[in-house]
């Protein structure tokens, strides 16, 4: 009888690839984990117990064949986990680095809940994929046929990129639009290095562009500079447009103070680091303006933008790292992997505080107030209230706002009154389809979602393709009759 390759939770304990020591980490803005070996990624995928109702496939946004791809990857027959993962996946290896798995698909683990802890399922994830690009396994789409219609895609984020390369395969023409100067949107320049080495996306980006996709960059849709195109321009090339653009306009702090310099918006802060990690010319990070390094900065937000400017402020060198939080560690919205390894690497947390002002035309300290818990809100989460009379000056050089983003005015921005948003600003467009009210126009990602997870994107544009396709082929159905 053969040897069971899996079900090993019990013998075998969860381990997670080798970390640098935080004070190696703290220098560099290289990813933190080393690469599985193949023996030790067979090793803790046959930790999974492959069981009847795969909670962890249920809870990935993209319902990824995770028993199916762990029980390949640690039986060795890597090829077949790497394509069955992408069959759902269209960037595994970016999830596998970014998706926040501990709320995900390993929070959701069977053998988590029995207290085994939970199987490695991102570290194999991205160790499946690394391997096929390693092999030459992940190659540039080549369609069966190519098709007339051409689709325009409006930001070139996860949501856009996996639209596009759905539509690729398909034998659809696409064309995408942005306004930077590299693809990725958030991927390039909102996610660190640590976290998201960037030869990892522009891998991706060069796979589509061999695939035959289009890419037209600096390009502001609505804009009026040299390269800019209007909305109406874009639409009236193209047989359907899928709107990406995510949510890029960053929700402000009030208060005495609240227009100081040295107090910046954590995507310029952001954007400004992952240029400098490109070797490009930054103004606003030479002039010390978006540059932590000698200062005392406070990051305001609990979030994964939070996470990401603390642990970039600590890499260039800020004498002190501070993170107000409104809330207590138990009731923070980011990633708890993420705070632990922001501890390790010297931030400090400063828990139920809010600021309540700024100090100094340079802002020299924030005003805090302390906060506690009282009852819960509308979403069942408990109301941070001010302790009066709490009041205490943090001392600062550079301020971070992180506090979550709100999408931007479309409809006036692109001169689309047509174009239906909710109330929250974000466009109107059918669940799981994206159609949107304008005929031919769709909406993915975060401009539908709200700032939300990559992997949401990933599913949203892949859905979307799926169903401009169908809609596709019913127009050249009626044609041909």
Not at 27 to 43: C, L, Q, S, V
Not at 127 to 156: F, L, M
Not at 455 to 461: E, Y
Request: proline share 5%; aromatic share 6%.
């Amino acid at each position: 009888m053969a040897k069971q390759p899996m079900l090993k939770f019990v013998q075998i304990e969860r381990e997670m690839p080798e970390k640098r020591a935080a004070e190696a980490r703290r220098d560099d803005f290289h990813e933190i984990y080393a690469e599985y070996a193949r023996a030790k990624a067979e090793e803790q995928s046959a930790r999974c117990s492959q069981c009847g109702v795969p909670y962890c496939q249920s809870h990935c946004p993209l319902h990824n064949n995770i028993p199916d791809w762990l029980r390949l990857t640690a039986t060795g027959r890597l090829k077949e986990a790497y394509e069955l993962s992408q069959a759902t996946n269209t960037f595994p290896e970016i999830c596998g680095r970014i998706c926040p798995q501990d709320r995900l698909c390993e929070g959701n683990c069977v053998i988590e809940q029995s207290g085994h802890g939970t199987v490695t399922i991102g570290a194999v994830e991205k160790y499946i994929t690394d391997t096929a690009w390693e092999k030459g396994w992940v190659t540039p789409v080549t369609p069966a046929q190519e098709r007339t219609e051409s689709v325009g895609i409006i930001g070139a984020g996860p949501g856009g990129l996996a639209a596009a390369d759905m539509l690729r395969r398909a034998g659809v023409q696409v064309t995408i639009y942005d306004r930077y100067d590299r693809a990725g949107g958030l991927l390039t320049y909102g996610i660190p290095g640590f976290k998201l080495e960037k030869d990892v996306v522009m891998r991706r980006n060069d796979q589509l562009e061999q695939s035959g996709v289009r890419f037209v960059m600096n390009c502001n849709v609505g804009g009026t500079g040299p390269g800019d195109l209007g909305f109406d321009e874009i639409r009236a090339q193209h047989d359907a447009v899928i709107i990406a653009t995510g949510v890029y306009k960053s929700r402000d702090l009030g208060g005495p103070g609240a227009g100081a310099e040295g107090i910046v918006r954590a995507i310029d802060y952001l954007t400004a680091s992952n240029r400098k990690s490109f070797g490009d010319e930054v103004p606003e990070f030479d002039s010390g303006d978006l540059d932590a390094d000698g200062k005392r900065v406070v990051v305001i937000g609990g979030g994964d933008t939070a996470m990401d400017c603390v642990r970039t402020a600590i890499r260039q060198g800020a004498e002190s790292v501070k993170c107000l939080y409104r809330r207590d560690r138990a009731n923070m919205p980011g990633s708890q992997r993420e705070v632990q390894n922001a501890e390790e690497e010297g931030v400090q947390f400063e828990w139920l505080t809010a600021p309540k002002g700024f100090k100094g035309d340079t802002v020299s300290a924030v005003i805090v107030e302390k906060m506690r818990l009282g009852l819960p809100d509308a979403t069942g989460r408990q109301s941070p209230e001010v302790i009066e009379g709490s009041d205490y000056d943090e001392g600062a050089d550079l301020v971070i706002k992180a506090l979550g983003f709100e999408p931007e005015d479309l409809p006036t921005l692109w001169g689309q009154p047509d174009l239906a948003v909710t109330r929250w600003g974000t466009v109107k467009a059918e669940f799981t389809t994206g159609r949107t009210d304008l005929p031919g126009v769709y909406a993915v990602g975060d401009i539908v979602r709200g700032a939300s997870l990559v992997v949401w994107a990933i599913r949203d544009g892949r859905d979307c393709a799926e169903a401009l396709l169908s809609d596709l082929n019913a127009k050249a159905a009626v044609a041909a009759e």
